[in-house]
């Protein structure tokens, strides 16, 4: 018996997100819900989705000398909300259960894509190219300057891209920086 009830995923299968198994986890489910969810809630000044801040965090991390490795968790790391969906960081902060329920599938998703044994210092460099991505984001799509100090290595472009071209670039890099 699982825990919870299933969603349907893009491939047409069922995916339990409270009682989530790593065979069940698709490499084209998480490229297409990300490529069509969009950033910062859909206040941005243009759809610009969560695959697309996903392949920039991967290539800010190659920009930073970062191994192949701390670039697919780069990539990877928002790869819980192609079965949960995204909620705001001023929300998800008191949301305990959900934070424990994202844990625990993005742990899996990595685990699916051989990363179960990153360390704590490997977090800690996808947390500063993903808080740097948002306060680039910030500042080129809402105008917010100065969220953070962090800088990043590259400028990127935040243009509105099709869903189709993210999703196959994330596919392509995914498949390009796989460690299993």
Request: with cysteine; aromatic share 10%; hydrophobic share 35%.
């Amino acid at each position: 018996m699982r825990i919870g009830t299933y969603i349907n995923t893009y491939t047409k299968r069922k995916f339990w997100p409270l009682d989530p198994r790593k065979e069940e986890i698709v490499l084209e489910d998480i490229s297409h819900a990300l490529s069509m969810i969009c950033r910062g809630n859909g206040h941005y000044s243009h759809f610009y989705s969560v695959g697309q801040h996903s392949i920039n965090c991967a290539y800010e991390a190659r920009a930073r000398g970062h191994s192949k490795r701390i670039q697919l968790a780069c990539l990877l790391h928002d790869a819980s909300e192609a079965y949960l969906s995204d909620i705001t960081r001023p929300v998800k902060k008191h949301l305990t259960d959900y934070q424990r329920i994202e844990k625990n599938l993005q742990e899996m998703i990595y685990e699916a894509f051989g990363l179960e044994d990153l360390s704590d210092s490997d977090y800690e460099k996808v947390k500063r190219i993903d808080d740097a991505m948002l306060s680039y984001e910030m500042n080129l799509l809402l105008n917010i300057p100065d969220l953070n100090d962090l800088e990043l290595k590259l400028d990127y472009d935040l243009s509105f891209r099709r869903m189709e071209d993210v999703k196959k670039e994330f596919i392509v890099l995914t498949n390009k920086l796989s460690v299993k």
